[in-house]
């Protein structure tokens, strides 16, 4: 197949990693980790109780896994760029229907189409990286885009006790509705701007071609693939038994077990949207130069730590430590596994890879808060929770580590 000649100058993929970037600040950063935010007002709007707030919370999960499931459907039948169109133009509906929704049956169904919503968007645009990048620049490209989810921790944290205070017990109504608002107007942008490839604009990936390898004319062995495949799938469902029951969980204890005032906690929580908006980028663009493997270890490393020091009780300054190294890791994962699955897997086969390894992450960020809590329930505290979600950690570290390098760059 005829290759097309790179342009000079300013390259298209930049538009790509701009658009993306706002497609995880919608799909991820306000669709999901902005619920916790929300809580106080509707508790107080709407007089649903903890335990119904909590279901509603649930169901956005298990939209988000019905929609990963079904993603490569959607992106055969429409490609990314209607995928991701269609994700976030849910997403926008749903978040104006809860905007105006007074009853928990009907705000429950609605944040189980803005977690499919997400769902859609978020694993369709992590799928297209391959297509625009090479493997000199995925980890780069997909820890900026990563960072789109602090932004919108740090953007939700601030407007919606702004709307509290000023607005009052409706307050919640309007975050949402503006929410609403630039999920849709992000949709808009994406459907006008975005391409699927970089055929359509004349282009190559971005990013040195790798020189071809001998080996690439050996037949490869599926089974080794499938190795690979449940390798990346295990690492990424360990991070996601272990991130959540940090993320979960350790506003609360601080609350609980370090005395801190709920603002005071809630300042800590938002270090984390500010570090972690540099997470992706960080270590994606570190895995890029160590390789895959030394990447995702070295951040399994750092979280190991951040666990490790909220377990401790050491005092306040070594639990502020521990939440600049859980911000400072947190999406590093996704991002490297995103660049990972087109490594290994080729691009051709990127969009399964990532969809069947999304679903062990999953599972496993629902496992982890509920075996937590039981835990919890059982000691009277999270220490244990902490020192368990670091011990794994350091597991992951080392299995990590012992990922062998892609035997076949796929000339990417």
Same mark, same amino acid.
């Given at each position: 197949?005829?290759?097309? +000649?790179?342009? +000079?100058?300013?390259?298209?993929?930049?538009?790509?990693?701009?658009?993306?970037?706002?497609?995880?600040?919608? &799909?991820?950063?306000?669709?999901?980790?902005?619920?916790?935010?929300?809580?106080?007002?509707?508790?107080?709007?709407?007089?649903?109780? !903890? =335990?119904?707030?909590?279901?509603?919370?649930?169901?956005?999960?298990?939209?988000?896994?019905?929609?990963?499931?079904?993603?490569?459907?959607?992106?055969?039948?429409? =490609?990314?760029?209607?995928?991701?169109?269609?994700?976030?133009?849910?997403?926008?509906?749903?978040?104006?229907?809860?905007?105006?929704?007074?009853?928990?049956?009907?705000?429950?169904?609605? !944040?189980?189409?803005?977690?499919?919503?997400?769902?859609?968007?978020?694993?369709?645009?992590?799928?297209?990286? +391959?297509?625009?990048?090479?493997?000199?620049?995925?980890?780069?490209?997909?820890?900026?885009?990563?960072?789109?989810?602090?932004?919108?921790?740090?953007?939700?944290?601030?407007?919606?006790?702004?709307?509290?205070?000023?607005?009052?017990?409706?307050?919640?109504?309007?975050?949402?509705?503006?929410?609403?608002?630039?999920?849709? &107007?992000?949709?808009?942008?994406?459907?006008?701007?975005?391409?699927?490839?970089?055929? %359509?604009?004349?282009? %190559?990936?971005?990013?040195?071609?790798? +020189?071809?390898?001998?080996?690439?004319?050996?037949?490869?062995?599926?089974?080794?693939?499938?190795?690979?495949?449940?390798?990346?799938?295990?690492?990424?469902?360990?991070?996601?038994?272990?991130?959540?029951? !940090?993320?979960?969980?350790?506003?609360?204890?601080?609350?609980?077990?370090?005395?801190?005032?709920?603002?005071?906690?809630?300042? !800590?929580?938002?270090?984390?949207?500010?570090?972690?908006?540099?997470?992706?980028?960080?270590?994606?663009?570190?895995?890029?130069?160590?390789?895959?493997?030394?990447?995702?270890?070295?951040?399994?490393?750092?979280?190991?730590?951040?666990?490790?020091?909220?377990?401790?009780?050491?005092?306040?300054?070594?639990?502020?430590?521990?939440?600049?190294?859980?911000?400072?890791?947190?999406?590093?994962?996704?991002?490297?596994?995103?660049?990972?699955?087109?490594?290994?897997?080729?691009?051709?086969?990127?969009?399964?890879?990532?969809?069947?390894?999304?679903?062990?992450?999953?599972?496993?960020?629902?496992?982890?808060?509920?075996?937590?809590?039981?835990?919890?329930?059982?000691?009277?505290?999270?220490?244990?929770?902490?020192?368990?979600?670091?011990?794994?950690?350091?597991?992951?570290?080392?299995?990590?580590?012992?990922?062998?390098?892609?035997?076949?760059?796929?000339?990417?």
């Amino acid at each position: 197949m005829q290759t097309l +000649p790179d342009k +000079p100058g300013f390259h298209y993929g930049w538009v790509i990693i701009a658009l993306g970037f706002l497609t995880i600040f919608v &799909a991820l950063g306000m669709a999901r980790f902005s619920y916790a935010v929300f809580l106080p007002g509707m508790h107080n709007g709407l007089g649903l109780s !903890y =335990q119904q707030l909590g279901f509603i919370g649930t169901s956005n999960f298990a939209g988000y896994l019905f929609a990963v499931i079904f993603t490569p459907f959607l992106i055969r039948r429409l =490609q990314h760029r209607a995928s991701i169109t269609v994700g976030l133009t849910l997403i926008g509906l749903s978040m104006f229907g809860i905007s105006r929704s007074s009853s928990f049956a009907a705000i429950a169904v609605l !944040y189980i189409l803005v977690g499919m919503g997400g769902g859609f968007a978020n694993v369709s645009t992590m799928v297209l990286l +391959p297509h625009w990048f090479r493997t000199q620049k995925r980890g780069t490209a997909a820890g900026i885009i990563c960072g789109g989810s602090g932004l919108g921790i740090v953007f939700a944290g601030v407007l919606i006790p702004f709307l509290s205070r000023n607005i009052g017990a409706q307050g919640w109504r309007s975050g949402w509705l503006i929410f609403s608002c630039l999920s849709l &107007a992000i949709a808009a942008c994406v459907a006008l701007f975005l391409r699927n490839s970089p055929a %359509e604009k004349g282009l %190559e990936p971005m990013g040195a071609a790798a +020189p071809l390898n001998p080996d690439r004319l050996i037949p490869r062995d599926e089974k080794g693939k499938g190795r690979i495949l449940l390798h990346l799938g295990l690492l990424y469902g360990l991070f996601g038994v272990t991130f959540m029951v !940090y993320g979960t969980f350790i506003v609360a204890t601080m609350v609980k077990e370090y005395g801190f005032t709920e603002a005071k906690a809630g300042l !800590y929580w938002s270090w984390v949207g500010l570090f972690s908006m540099f997470s992706g980028v960080g270590f994606g663009t570190l895995s890029d130069r160590l390789g895959r493997n030394w990447g995702l270890a070295l951040v399994f490393l750092v979280q190991s730590a951040a666990y490790l020091l909220a377990g401790c009780h050491l005092g306040g300054a070594a639990l502020a430590l521990s939440v600049v190294l859980y911000g400072s890791a947190i999406f590093a994962i996704p991002a490297i596994m995103a660049a990972a699955v087109g490594d290994y897997l080729g691009v051709s086969g990127a969009a399964n890879a990532f969809v069947l390894i999304t679903i062990v992450f999953a599972v496993g960020q629902t496992i982890g808060p509920g075996a937590a809590g039981m835990i919890a329930g059982v000691t009277g505290s999270f220490t244990s929770t902490f020192l368990i979600s670091a011990l794994l950690t350091l597991v992951a570290a080392l299995l990590a580590a012992l990922l062998p390098k892609p035997h076949d760059i796929h000339g990417l």
